[in-house]
T-cell receptor
Framework: SQQGEEDPQALSIQEGENATMNCSYK?????LQWYRQNSGRGLVHLILIRSNEREKHSGRLRVTLDTSKKSSSLLITASRAADTASYFCATANQAGTALIFGKGTTLSVSS | DAGVIQSPRHEVTEMGQEVTLRCKPISGHDYLFWYRQTMMRGLELLIYFNNNVPIDDSGMPEDRFSAKMPNASFSTLKIQPSEPRDSAVYFCASRGRGGAYNEQFFGPGTRLTVL
């Protein structure tokens, strides 16, 4: 069963705008990871946030984690057409050895 | 390193045929994962190995699916006999030591079409 659920399912914005995607999960976690998938490609790791962290930055990416609400958000600032992709959140399974992925948010950035 | 390598990239077969998907993980990684991705069900974990040993195969949909990892640099996912509902993109991923804190590296996937 899926642990994470992304919201919205699809998002369309203009270049230069910010994109925010949300992820909710059900059980306690050690960490939460975000991945990107370009059309026809495999997933690529973007960023990992540990359960004792509240916010993390990497370039134009900002991830927040609220363990009390069991939710995370991924913010992409100053979006570019190249950011067009699907974005997935993932949390570890009970054993902490495998990742369970949500269904993803499809982001379209138009120029 | 070339990353995770999967073959073939595309496979078209007829219902009832045997299909074998192949994966070469990143050298030194001790975890290997097989996923299936469809529009309806998203990305599903099928099975994963640690040090060539299957740890959890609860995601394998049916007995028609089997996976092996004879050595640290090679794994196969076999479907016999294949059915149209098996059509999907199958991904292999590997991960180094450190438990779930480590990122997974995905291969490009095999797009399987069963007619």
């Amino acid at each position: 069963s899926q642990q994470g659920e992304e919201d919205p399912q699809a998002l369309s914005i203009q270049e230069g705008e910010n994109a925010t995607m949300n992820c909710s999960y059900k059980t306690s976690i050690n960490n939460l990871q975000w991945y990107r998938q370009n059309s026809g490609r495999g997933l690529v790791h973007l960023i990992l946030i540990r359960s004792n962290e509240r916010e993390k930055h990497s370039g134009r990416l900002r991830v927040t984690l609220d363990t009390s609400k069991k939710s995370s958000s991924l913010l992409i600032t100053a979006s570019r057409a190249a950011d067009t992709a699907s974005y997935f959140c993932a949390t570890a399974n009970q054993a902490g050895t495998a990742l369970i992925f949500g269904k993803g948010t499809t982001l379209s950035v138009s120029s | 390193d070339a990353g995770v390598i999967q073959s073939p990239r595309h496979e078209v077969t007829e219902m009832g045929q045997e299909v074998t998907l192949r994966c070469k993980p990143i050298s030194g990684h001790d975890y290997l994962f097989w996923y299936r991705q469809t529009m309806m069900r998203g990305l599903e974990l099928l099975i994963y190995f640690n040090n060539n040993v299957p740890i959890d195969d609860s995601g394998m949909p049916e007995d028609r699916f089997s996976a092996k990892m004879p050595n640290a640099s090679f794994s196969t996912l076999k479907i016999q006999p294949s059915e149209p509902r098996d059509s999907a993109v199958y991904f292999c991923a590997s991960r180094g030591r450190g438990g779930a804190y480590n990122e997974q590296f995905f291969g490009p996937g095999t797009r399987l079409t069963v007619l």
